[in-house]
């Protein structure tokens, strides 16, 4: 018989995909020798005193189990009751207020509050200021966030493969998350003013000097602020997951001649699909927080190519027209939920050929 069959009807084989019978012999043992011990207990008695000893056994059976069940109750309450203080906050501060902004994007105003449908998702889709900000925005993020990604993941295989100096590299990328942002914005202001260092660099090379945060390469400026803030944490995330891969799979792969190419397009792509998906999501979340660099850089009405969504609900927000705010933000929502749920389902499938 060979070793799968010998593991499969022993439940001792190796291979985990063959499933572990129990031990039968052994269940039966146990089974004979508390019959045995019954059988004595119960001998020399009456039918009657035989009877109530039986009874006797099954209420301390249920009482034991009963006991066990209001311990798990008791345990489930006090779970609860630790994370009631959390769910409060979240329902106070997130929930709740959501609900607030759904409810006002389908009244007229937060005074009179008249049904008016779709009215206010209709004007804001026609508005030219939304529709310039979601471009601006959805640019942007198609952009910079593939850059993060491709980037990262290159710094992170590049610190895996045991290069010189490679803490002295990896406390470089993670230096921009120390730093606070009005003091980014600081340099970066001296580096991309119109007499800034950059435009000293280029003149000498017979360049003309470019009022970079007032032409349409302001984006340029912005994408390599990005990138620098972001590249440092993501590169932590890739590294991790690089670590985790079983090393047992790559030393096979080695062993199978396979190329370096092959073995990180074959193997570590496959178990960084979760990693990948994570990353994702937070530099999408960060690209549509970028709005903060911009504003510090430039105030409420930046250059056209600068003008994202953040600056159409802050400006919004100031002339108190909370309808539009709200369906704007709704609008938002939506455009964030659908590019989620679609990394998700890519990555789902992704595990699942994994697993397979």
């Not at 950059?198 to 017979?206: E, K, P, R, Y």
Request: proline share 3%; glycine share 4%; with cysteine.
């Amino acid at each position: 018989m060979s070793g799968k069959l010998k593991g499969f009807f022993s439940g001792h084989g190796k291979d985990d995909k063959f499933i572990k019978l129990p031990d039968f012999k052994q269940k039966a043992a146990d089974l004979r020798e508390g019959a045995g011990r019954l059988r004595e207990d119960l001998k020399g008695k009456t039918a009657r005193e035989a009877a109530l000893s039986l009874l006797s056994r099954v209420r301390d059976f249920l009482r034991d189990d009963s006991e066990s069940g209001y311990h798990t109750s008791r345990h489930s309450r006090i779970s609860w009751l630790f994370i009631l203080p959390s769910l409060i906050g979240v329902c106070l501060f997130f929930f709740i207020p959501f609900l607030v902004v759904i409810y006002y994007s389908f009244v007229n105003n937060p005074i009179q509050h008249h049904f008016v449908g779709l009215t206010n998702y209709i004007r804001v889709a026609g508005n030219s200021a939304f529709k310039l900000a979601a471009g601006n925005t959805l640019i942007f993020s198609f952009v910079s966030v593939p850059l993060a990604v491709i980037l990262s993941l290159a710094l992170a295989v590049m610190m895996d493969s045991r290069i010189p100096f490679r803490s002295t590299f990896r406390t470089m990328f993670l230096t921009p998350m120390m730093v606070p942002v009005a003091s980014v914005i600081l340099i970066w202001e001296v580096l991309f003013h119109y007499h800034g260092l950059v435009n000293d660099l280029t003149a000498a090379f017979g360049m003309a000097p470019i009022d970079w945060m007032k032409s349409n390469q302001a984006p340029i400026v912005i994408a390599t602020l990005f990138q620098w803030k972001n590249l440092g944490y993501n590169m932590i995330l890739f590294m991790a997951g690089l670590a985790s891969i079983p090393r047992d799979i790559l030393e096979v792969a080695r062993l199978e001649s396979a190329s370096s190419l092959q073995i990180f397009l074959r193997i570590k792509l496959r178990y960084l699909s979760s990693t990948i998906v994570f990353v994702t999501v937070m530099s999408t979340i960060n690209s549509f927080k970028v709005f903060r660099e911009i504003y510090l850089m430039t105030g409420n009405y930046p250059y056209d190519t600068l003008y994202m969504l953040q600056h159409f609900m802050n400006n919004t927000f100031n002339s108190l027209d909370y309808q539009k705010l709200s369906a704007a933000a709704i609008l938002m929502s939506l455009i964030m939920i659908a590019i989620i749920a679609v990394m998700f389902i890519a990555e789902n499938r992704i595990s699942r050929d994994l697993e397979y």
